[in-house]
């Protein structure tokens, strides 16, 4: 399975943006996707999960209320819009597909993309 994430940019506080996933091989051994992030210096740290189909997502509280994920099965992409961006939010963010629902820890994720830069200015 390979991802490619996509969607990433610089921002002002307060703004929006969504990333995409793109996925392609054979996703059906790996039904969940997460996203994570990582700032320099820190631990990547888990953001978003969705089950299969949709119905069920899970957040980081740092991100409740303003991040929602979603996914599109029938295009293999999974989104992350994100909302009321802070510059807390500034990282690379990663996304991740695996087998486990709800999964939190990165060591649950089996394939990962290569990231995208999200910077958001004060």
């Known amino acids: 399975v390979q991802l490619q994430a996509s969607g990433g940019g610089l921002v002002q506080a307060g703004g929006s943006l969504r990333l995409s996933c793109a996925a392609s091989g054979r996703t059906f051994n790996s039904p969940i996707i997460g996203w994570f992030r990582r700032t320099p210096g820190k631990e990547r740290e888990f953001v978003a999960t969705i089950n299969w189909s949709g119905d069920r997502t899970h957040y980081a509280d740092s991100v409740k209320g303003r991040f929602t994920i979603s996914r599109d099965n029938a295009k293999n992409t999974a989104y992350l819009q994100m909302n009321s961006l802070k510059p807390e939010d500034t990282a690379v963010y990663y996304c991740?597909?695996?087998?486990?629902?709800?999964?939190?820890?990165?060591?649950?994720?089996?394939?990962w993309g290569q990231g995208t830069l999200v910077t958001v200015s004060s």
């Open positions: 991740a597909r695996g087998l486990r629902l709800m999964a939190t820890a990165s060591n649950d994720y089996i394939y």
